[in-house]
């Protein structure tokens, strides 16, 4: 097997990982005998913008369509480029054109990585956010009235549709069908919101019809919110809109001590365009350029996207190596975990792991 | 002074803790010296929509718009009720109609209380999340096209006018501006969300121009939600949308252990119309009518609404006489305390400390 990969390291810390990212890659391919070829890409970040007035050429579209994954770095550098401009510029345009409707990110609490919840082990955490990544909340439809005036009124549309939202159901459903709970747990807020979330609630039910083996149960963002503070051991397959589940993807790594270091999955499941594969961490201007970066982010998501090329022997053992490494602990860690590693010394680590050599 | 009070009990737990609430008032009355009118209204709960198919007569706002204040229970219960109906038709019409337009929260670690989070103790997590309480993405406009069919498209529009973000930021602003911290933290989404939040940015950077003694950052809501977790120890008042300001005032207090006891207050505050105050917890239909509900959420959401009246040191007794109360623990807490305590077994206790006897 060959796959094509599209490697954009992006901005700050995002071009610091993403070669350890590529490092583990490589040793995977040859430990596990398949051919992982590499093309890099030097947009969607600060420094083309400055150049060019925008995120992306006119053609990249065509250039990133024939690639089987996309392995992203980061996108954002606000001192010089707003936040909305560089993200809707970029990451945006590739979940909407290629189709990446399903956001997926494991919260999963590991050996070696310290929780701030009090008494959780691991094995007590262990379950997927599945947050659907094309429309809802993240619409551009609104405009302002009597802007500038005292009436100045702001409208932003939130947009559902049935094949959006019954698709990333479905996939949420089939998702917890391969679990041993098998149980799917929606996030709503219908008693707030009175018209997309009682929607979303009905297609969710409708859905639940089709998969009798699957427990269904549903909260309200803001219960469900202090849930996963409260009860993160009641999760398996968490589901939600755009922006319900932006916030749990972040708040769930945050619970298992991981926000530093998880992954996640921008995939399109049907394969008609290529997924992207990218860490949860921004650019984190604060520590750019010093090489310290944890690089465990990108490698986690380097795992994800194997998986989803259907090198799973190769995923699972990028994910036992990296297990194992934190379970090590001390110095080989980067300091943001108390270790004194750099980025491409943790990163070497976990190749020597993964290799056995 | 009389103020004249409005009790409406609502549903479930509601009519439990509510009785507690009016008992430590009175008490506090008498030890403070001041009148406290109550009448009560049996309306806003299941048993009065089932008789006459609406949560509230035709002249509720007559009836409740001299009041002083509002001291409500809880309103929900889903078996007969549903969640949209009963809030729609009650507590939301509130917060339109007697324009409450600021929801405050304390967050705040009390003694005696465990935290889910390692290593916090009293003193380390104490700030305010304001949210806004009118509009925003609790709108009820939109609707839906191509109903019933493959390309069904349900639209649901968030609506921000200069008036509402404004008066909001203002009343967080001055709320900070009372604080030793002098610390405001605004909650955005505007990398995501392309029109609102960006116009909230602004607002608040209009608005900081003109508190140049308070210190103020923004976080996206997913990561600011992390933060929470991570240091909640950075925050001093949290301002945020309807959406954002619920989110984060149920995780709040999920992260310092109190949100079966936190209050809340819906308050106009201006006092043209009565302010309403409720305990975050809702009807909880499981524990329901069995006499173990924790009435503290009611009790301190007695103390803030004194304090809205003005009675600003028998606000400062009720609080004081709780966390006594909470410190002393044991088996005179109720048992999701891990006490023994009823309902009015604790609500005794309360005012005994409270008057000294
Ligand atoms: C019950 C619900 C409509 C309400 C809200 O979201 O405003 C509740 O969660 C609250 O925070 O008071
Ligand atoms: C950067 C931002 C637009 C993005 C999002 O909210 O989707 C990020 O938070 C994420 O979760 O990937």
């Known amino acids: 097997h060959t796959h094509r990969i599209a490697v954009i390291p992006g901005d700050g810390i995002g071009k610091e990982v993403v070669p350890e990212g590529v490092k583990v890659l490589e040793a995977a391919a040859s430990t596990f005998d398949f051919t992982l070829d590499f ?50 510029g970029s990451l945006l345009q590739f979940r909407r054109h290629f189709d990446q409707y399903v956001s997926l990110r494991p919260v999963k609490l590991l050996p070696g990585v310290t929780s701030p919840l009090v008494g959780r082990e691991p094995g007590d955490i262990d379950f997927y ?11 551009s439809v609104g405009g302002k009235i009597f802007e500038g005036t005292e009436r100045e009124t702001v409208m ?43 929607y979303w609630d009905t297609r969710v039910e409708a859905m639940a019809a089709r998969y009798e083996d699957v ?67 921004g650019s ?31 995923a699972a053992g990028i994910l036992d190596a990296v297990g194992a490494v934190l379970a090590r602990g001390g110095a080989s860690l980067t300091p943001d975990m108390g270790g004194q590693a750099t980025t491409a010394g943790l990163g070497d680590e976990i190749v020597t792991q993964l290799t056995g050599e």
């Open 39 to 88: 093309e890099r890409f030097d947009y969607a970040n600060a420094e083309y913008y400055a150049q060019h007035g925008k995120m992306l050429p006119e053609n990249w579209f065509d250039q990133l369509v024939g690639f089987d994954s996309i392995f992203f770095g980061a996108v954002g550098w606000p001192d010089t480029v707003p936040d909305h401009v560089s993200l809707w």
């Open 129 to 139: 956010v599945v947050r659907e990544n094309t429309e809802g909340e993240y619409s």
């Open 156 to 198: 932003q549309e939130t947009v559902m549709t049935r094949t959006g939202v019954d698709r990333i159901l479905k996939y949420a459903f089939d998702l917890a069908q391969t679990r041993p709970k098998k149980h799917l747990t929606s996030a709503t807020k219908s008693n707030g919101i009175s018209i997309s979330m009682p």
């Open 215 to 281: 427990r269904v149960d549903k909260f309200h963002i803001d219960i469900l919110a202090a849930n996963f503070v409260l009860h993160p051991d009641w999760f398996d397959v968490v589901v939600g809109s755009n922006l319900f589940g932006d916030i749990l993807s972040d708040l769930g790594p945050a619970c298992t001590g991981t926000i530093g270091i998880a992954p996640s999955g921008n995939i399109n499941p049907e394969r008609r365009f290529p997924s992207l594969f990218e860490p949860v961490h």
């Open 284 to 314: 984190a201007p604060d520590i750019a350029g010093r090489g310290i970066a944890n690089p465990i982010g990108q490698i986690w998501s380097a795992s994800m996207m194997l998986e989803h090329l259907g090198e799973t022997e190769a």
